[in-house]
């Protein structure tokens, strides 16, 4: 093994400078078509995007370097994804079956204080990961969440009732949930699972809305003040 070979092997002076004259250009190009896909900016792709985008990205990289791939090749094939771009988005426009097909639907995750189930049992999310969210929003319980929905980005919409609205529920912050061993007759108490909250004759009640049996001690705290 030579270290020479890892760093220069065949590499001219001549085609180090090719090398950079290339990069400028693909630079150039990557900019070019990014604006032209219309899109804004990159902080929340969709799955669909990012797919586009890494095929930008390949497409581009190989001629930066490769001596016998002519630019106009990375040209003709960066046109082509970004013309099927650009129809495909104004498919989703058009049709709303076409958009669901390849963007999935938004999700709700909480509705009236509690998750809501069958969404969070078909596992495309952990409910950690739920709790997490909605702590970054600032939530110090379910019972606060009149509607959460989880978009098709993966970022999550919060309504929130208004202070005199808000219910008793799920505590989301680690130390204000303890699953409970004793049970006062007129506390209520949260499962711990689904948000569920209500009164309970003993610590180890099966909950009627998830089947989990763990309750924690439910609080109403308003968000300001
Ligand atoms: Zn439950």
Known sequence: MDLSDIFIYDTSLAFAGEILIRCVIMYLMIILFLRLTGKRGVRQLSIFEVAIILALGSIAGDPMFTD???LIQAVIVMS???VMYRLTTWLMMKYQWF???LEGKALYIVEEGELVLDKIKKGSMSHDEFFAEMRQQNTE???????ALLETDGTFSILFYPNNQVKYGLPLFPKACHIVTEVQPDVLY?????GNTRTLSHAKQQCERCDDCDWT?????TRIG
């Open 68 to 70: 016998d791939i002519p």
């Open 80 to 82: 082509v994804i970004t």
């Open 99 to 101: 958009e669901d097909l």
């Open 141 to 147: 319980h379910l019972g606060q969440i009149r509607t």
């Open 190 to 194: 949260a499962c711990i699972y689904c």
């Open 217 to 221: 001690v439910a609080i109403n705290t």
